[in-house]
């Protein structure tokens, strides 16, 4: 049953959910990101750069080692999920530049994800050494995984837009829909490992404070409220599938797993809250005009 979920199941839900993204996509979100390169940019230095470094900082501050360091890490390496783009929607935010700088992340982590997560293992020492990372296999398997997923449905949404348009609120339920009925299979089956307040108080720490870091930097940078929210949400909210992906199927190590499967559950809260602020804000706001 377990390598059923890791070896079949999670890679097939997890292209599936990719393929639902793309089939929502065309050349009209990226031209989201040409007409603000400064944007662009700075939403991919706050992911791949400002949140790696983020979670070493999390890392050593609370003393954490072997796999839950580790997944800790792995967990900051990966794109923004659909996920993100719905908490963009809630909080005001720009969907359009949410969902590409999610695509955009999600391309570029076949190549990222390997190499940052290799050279940490490589440094980790002693604390990672019996986690080892088939960087080339990886690679292969994240582009059959995320990237060609994505470029086939934004190639069905090019050439044929009406059933693009049919099938991807449907996949995007069923896709959502397998995920959670998959995380809560993976809880169940590794629910001896979950037992660490440790970890969850971890967890929070990193999608709570990228998220405000991130809602910060982006205040200052542009003066569009919209923007500031969805680079917030893009940086705090994490797509686990991909982290779950490697620790599972590829290095088979359960123990590596258990950071991003607390994290799928527990990023709700960081989120919800998010939303919950911003929309006071505004009501705040809407009363004083309204004054």
Known sequence: M???LSQVLLPLILAFIMFAMGLA????????LLRAPTIAVLGLALQMLMLPVLAVL??????LNGPTAAGLFLLSLCPGGATSNLF?????GKVALSIALTALSSLLVPLTLPVLFGVYLNQAGDS????????????????????????????????????????EPWCKKLGTGFMLLLVLALIVTNWSLLQAPIKALAVLLLSGSS??????IGSRISQDVAVARTLAVEVGIQNAGTALLVAISLMQQP????????????MNLPGFGFVAWVRYRDAQQGALQAG
């Open 255 to 266: 123990a590596l797993a258990v950071v991003p499967l607390i994290y799928g559950i527990l």
């Open 25 to 32: 996509l065309n050349v009209r979100h990226f031209s989201e």
């Open 128 to 167: 990672a050494v019996d986690l080892q990372l088939p960087i080339a296999n990886t690679i292969k398997q994240l582009i059959a995984v995320t990237f060609l997923p994505v470029v086939l449905g934004m190639a069905l949404n090019h050439w044929a837009p009406s059933m693009a348009a049919r099938l």
């Open 88 to 92: 963009t929607y809630l909080a005001n």
């Open 2 to 4: 377990a390598a059923l």
């Open 58 to 63: 999390i890392i050593v501050a609370l003393n």
């Open 211 to 216: 998220l405000m870091i991130a809602w910060f």
